[in-house]
């Protein structure tokens, strides 16, 4: 399976973000960033998945407060509400009842060799919630029950989607049905891995402790100076081939970084800033990540001044979800040989 771009005519995407703490440029550059570009082709589903997000603890307030600021990033960063569904998973009953299904044919021995699972669970397996344990299961079924075909994500999710495949599979075999296609997942570009700004062997992630490890698309112009001030780099001037950038984890990671935010392959950043000492590299990438970044920051602060236009916008995303989700779950519940209910 390998990352590939859907074909023009046909195919629907769908994908999903957790409303868990703050986005940073993680969420923007290896996922929201492609969707924008993808809408402009394709029928696109965007979810959030406040179903995964309980999978660990949330606290309520800030569940309901980061649900509505995540479906304001997205708009922000140009996701169209009203060309595409951008809609909460919760409002959506069918992913749970696909979910259930799908417990039933996802084996134990295909859930135990998730490395998402064995990572957020840490030592103390037993205490983790059985909802972390079968949370691939319920991305199948976020994925399925529209019948999407192309899923654009991160690399990290990369083994998820493969779940999601198997998952099909072995419906589809079962029950000898064509019922759910494939799906493939579309990763591409430079942003597909941001490395923390502490330590560029670690992914950027929203559950870092420290908030110098992520630049936020709340944070302001000072707060993204400081951070990359602070950012971890080494002794040497940037190198001039990407040969170069061998053992060199954060100098790599902010290249990559400028590389996705100025639209450069990463051989073209690299040509650019070779020689560079790390003092001049960094008050280039400020400006550049303030450039792309701040639009965004203000906007979001805009729309997060009105949240009930916010959710109206994700009540008609539900609207239209519902219609897509809810026959294809009609179709399994009869496939499955469930009494028709009256
Ligand atoms: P999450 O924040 O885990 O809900 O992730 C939402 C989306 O952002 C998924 O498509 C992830 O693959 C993507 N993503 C999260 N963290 C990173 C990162 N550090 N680098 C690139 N993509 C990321
Ligand atoms: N597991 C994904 C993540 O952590 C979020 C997600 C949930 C998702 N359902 C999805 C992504 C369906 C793509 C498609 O990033």
């Known amino acids: 399976m390998s990352g590939s771009t859907p074909p023009a005519t046909t195919g629907r995407i769908?994908?999903?973000?957790?409303?868990?703490?703050?986005?940073?440029l993680g969420n923007y550059l290896g996922a929201i960033r492609n969707w924008v570009a993808l809408q402009k082709d394709f029928e696109c589903l965007f979810c959030i998945v406040d179903l995964h997000a309980i999978t660990v603890w949330q606290d309520p307030a800030d569940l309901t407060r980061s649900t509505r600021e995540v479906a304001a990033g997205m708009i922000a960063a140009g996701i169209d509400p009203a060309a595409n569904?951008?809609?909460?998973?919760?409002?959506?009953?069918?992913?749970?009842?696909?979910?259930?299904?799908?417990?039933?044919?996802?084996?134990?021995?295909?859930?135990?060799?998730?490395?998402?699972?064995?990572?957020?669970?840490?030592?103390?397996?037993e205490a983790a919630s059985a909802g972390?344990?079968?949370?691939?299961?319920?991305?199948?079924?976020?994925?399925?029950?529209?019948?999407?075909?192309?899923?654009?994500?991160?690399?990290d999710q990369k083994q998820h989607l493969e779940l999601a495949r198997?998952?099909?599979?072995?419906?589809?075999?079962?029950?000898?049905?064509?019922l759910f296609p494939l799906p493939e997942p579309v990763i591409r570009g430079p942003g597909t891995r941001v490395m923390s700004l502490r330590d560029g062997s670690k992914k950027m992630s929203k559950s870092d402790p420290s908030e110098f490890s992520r630049l936020n698309m709340t944070d302001d112009?000072?707060?993204?100076?400081?951070?990359?001030?602070?950012?971890?780099?080494?002794?040497?001037?940037l190198p001039d081939s990407v040969a170069g950038?061998?053992?060199?984890?954060?100098?790599?990671?902010?290249?990559?970084?400028?590389a996705a935010l100025t639209d450069q392959t990463l051989e073209q950043a690299v040509a650019e800033?070779?020689?560079?000492?790390?003092?001049?590299?960094?008050?280039?990438?400020?400006?550049?990540?303030?450039?792309?970044?701040?639009?965004?920051?203000?906007?979001?602060?805009?729309?997060?001044?009105?949240?009930?236009?916010i959710d109206q916008v994700l009540k008609r995303g539900a609207d239209k979800a519902n219609a897509i989700a809810r026959p294809v779950l009609q179709e399994v519940y009869k496939t499955i040989g469930f009494l028709p209910s009256a």
């Not at 993204?224 to 950012?231: D, L, N, T």
């Not at 950038?245 to 400028?258: K, M, Q, S």
Request: proline share 5%; aromatic share 8%.
């Open 221 to 237: 112009a000072d707060a993204i100076a400081g951070k990359v001030r602070k950012a971890t780099t080494d002794p040497n001037p």
């Open 85 to 125: 569904a951008l809609f909460v998973q919760s409002h959506v009953p069918a992913h749970s009842q696909l979910a259930w299904v799908f417990n039933c044919v996802a084996r134990l021995g295909w859930l135990n060799r998730m490395t998402q699972f064995k990572d957020k669970a840490g030592k103390n397996r």
């Open 245 to 258: 950038l061998e053992g060199r984890v954060e100098a790599a990671n902010l290249l990559n970084i400028y």
């Open 273 to 309: 800033q070779a020689g560079q000492q790390f003092s001049q590299f960094k008050a280039k990438l400020t400006e550049t990540a303030v450039a792309v970044l701040g639009p965004i920051n203000a906007e979001m602060k805009r729309l997060m001044g009105d949240p009930a236009e």
């Open 132 to 155: 972390l344990y079968v949370y691939p299961n319920l991305m199948a079924a976020d994925i399925l029950v529209y019948k999407a075909t192309h899923v654009p994500v991160g690399e």
């Open 166 to 178: 198997d998952i099909a599979q072995k419906f589809n075999n079962d029950y000898g049905v064509e």
């Open 14 to 24: 769908l994908s999903g973000i957790q409303p868990t703490g703050n986005l940073h």
